[in-house]
């Protein structure tokens, strides 16, 4: 498995994407006092995190915009970061100064099965795992029980059988009396009042 570390020495501690509003004159909100930067990732790596409240947290799909807004939120908080990203894809993640690690992953949406293979492999060297997408969220919960000394930073089953599935949380909208859109199920054939099978005849010539 490929790792790269992106921890920076440069006094400048600048992400290529805001050495252009500097170069301008612009001010840059996302800037941050360097020192005190890696200052938190120099007392995780002693030992001290803890009791400066640094914690290794592991990102998935940090090709992602999510996973990218992610690893810049949870930096600026000063926490020890480790991004996951496809392999043979590219990542402006890879170049952000909150980063102290890019590692190749699979594709959770490619393939499944090797996805979790490496969530078995990784996340157990970290406090806390964030799955990304929605199929990296589908791969971490089927690990709960392996995975039960990482905090997972994500829904409960039962939570995700809502936030994972229009179906469910449409159904369970209209059984607790919520308007909802003309809806047809084409799973149990159920039509909206007032509306005809006609509905279908567009997507059935599209087919």
Wanted: with cysteine.
């Amino acid at each position: 498995m490929r790792r790269l570390s992106t921890r920076r020495t440069s006094p400048h501690c600048v992400e290529n994407s805001t050495t252009k509003s500097l170069q301008e004159g612009q001010p840059d909100e996302n800037l941050t006092d360097c020192a005190a930067l890696h200052s938190g990732r120099d007392a995780a790596d002693n030992g001290e995190g803890r009791e400066r409240g640094v914690t290794s947290i592991l990102i998935t799909d940090g090709h992602e915009l999510a996973g990218l807004g992610a690893a810049r939120s949870l930096g600026r908080a000063g926490h020890r970061l480790t991004v996951a990203v496809p392999q043979g894809l590219s990542a402006p993640v890879a170049r952000s100064r909150y980063v102290a690690e890019v590692v190749d992953s699979p594709s959770p949406w490619a393939d499944q099965a090797a996805f979790r293979r490496f969530l078995l492999a990784e996340a157990r060297k970290y406090e806390v795992l964030l799955p990304v997408s929605e199929a990296a969220i589908a791969a971490t919960a089927t690990l709960r029980a392996e995975l039960a000394l990482v905090r997972l930073l994500m829904p409960s089953d039962d939570s995700l059988r809502y936030t994972l599935s229009k179906y469910h949380a449409t159904k369970l909208a209209q059984s607790v009396g919520l308007a909802t859109p003309p809806t047809v199920f084409l799973s149990d054939g159920s039509w909206p009042a007032g509306h005809s099978s006609d509905v279908l005849a567009p997507l059935v010539e599209l087919l």
